[in-house]
């Protein structure tokens, strides 16, 4: 099993979730995404401040299964390669 837990910023938290549908995931009642062999949870954090600059910020706990992980996991490293991500 494969836990992450990674605090991403200057990604809005809908973007991400986005991100995690278009991956295969479902919704939840609860909040959380799952995939095959995969969940995710994502929260929105207080805003990351330098000086009188304010960045948002999430986030995101991750949980799979070694092979779901080997497979998901590089797709989702792709889209998370922005500025300030």
Do not use: C, H
Request: charged share 30%.
């Amino acid at each position: 099993m494969v836990l992450e837990n990674r605090e991403l910023r200057a990604l809005p938290l809908w973007l991400m979730r986005d991100y995690l549908l278009e991956l295969g995931g479902v919704e939840k009642p609860d909040g959380s995404i799952e995939g095959d062999g995969w969940q995710a949870r994502l929260t929105q954090l207080e805003d990351f401040s330098i000086g009188s600059l304010k960045v948002g910020q999430i986030r995101l706990e991750w949980q799979a299964e070694e092979a779901a992980n080997a497979r998901v996991w590089p797709i989702l490293e792709k889209k998370l390669l922005r500025a300030g991500g």
